[in-house]
T-cell receptor, first 111, second 112 residues
Framework: SQQGEEDPQALSIQEGENATMNCSYK?????LQWYRQNSGRGLVHLIL?????REKHSGRLRVTLDTSKKSSSLLITASRAADTASYFC???????????FGAGTTVTVRA | DAGITQSPRHKVTETGTPVTLRCHQT?????MYWYRQDPGHGLRLIHY???????DKGEVSDGYSVSRSKTEDFLLTLESATSSQTSVYFC???????????FGNGTRLTVT
């Protein structure tokens, strides 16, 4: 069964704007990860947040985690055309790399 | 991608034929994973391995078998391919660089 679900399914923004996407999950987790996938390529890890963390930053990325609501958000600030990709959240319940992925959010950044 | 190579990159096969996909790693990692990616489902775990000859089932293992005879290679076999197994298959290993899970570039399999 699918653990994580992303919202929205698709997002189109202008270059320079911020992009926010959300992930909800169903069962308790050890950590939550975000990945990016460019067309025809494998997934690339962006950021990992542990269950005892509430917020994490990496460059233009900000991730929040609310374990009481079983939800996470990914914010990409000052978006660029190169940010055009699909973004996936994935949960790891036992820290054993057996990840449960959501269906992804497709982000298009218009020049 | 550094550390992990999948072959073939593309494969078209007919229903009922056997198919084997290969994942090769150069990181000497104990753990290797096979996922499939389908529209609307994200990635789902098929099988994983935690050492040579040590494998276990994932979420969607029906119709698939795996083998790990040496550390660097993890094979995924569809004994008798069906159209529902048309998908993109990804292999992954943990801990390359800062990535908790590092993915290959995938094999696009079409079963006609």
């Amino acid at each position: 069964s699918q653990q994580g679900e992303e919202d929205p399914q698709a997002l189109s923004i202008q270059e320079g704007e911020n992009a926010t996407m959300n992930c909800s999950y169903k069962t308790s987790i050890n950590n939550l990860q975000w990945y990016r996938q460019n067309s025809g390529r494998g997934l690339v890890h962006l950021i990992l947040i542990r269950s005892n963390e509430r917020e994490k930053h990496s460059g233009r990325l900000r991730v929040t985690l609310d374990t009481s609501k079983k939800s996470s958000s990914l914010l990409i600030t000052a978006s660029r055309a190169a940010d055009t990709a699909s973004y996936f959240c994935a949960t790891d319940a036992r820290n054993d790399y057996k990840l449960s992925f959501g269906a992804g959010t497709t982000v298009t950044v218009r020049a | 991608d550094a550390g992990i190579t999948q072959s073939p990159r593309h494969k078209v096969t007919e229903t009922g034929t056997p198919v084997t996909l290969r994942c090769h790693q150069t990181e000497n990692h104990r753990y290797m994973y096979w996922y499939r990616q389908d529209p609307g489902h994200g990635l789902r775990l098929i099988h994983y391995s935690y050492g040579v000859k040590d494998t276990d089932k994932g979420e969607v293992s029906d119709g698939y078998s795996v083998s790990r005879s040496k550390t660097e290679d993890f094979l995924l076999t569809l004994e008798s391919a069906t159209s529902s197994q048309t998908s993109v298959y990804f292999c992954a290993i943990p801990g390359v660089g800062n990535s908790p899970l590092h993915f290959g570039n995938g094999t696009r399999l079409t079963v006609t």
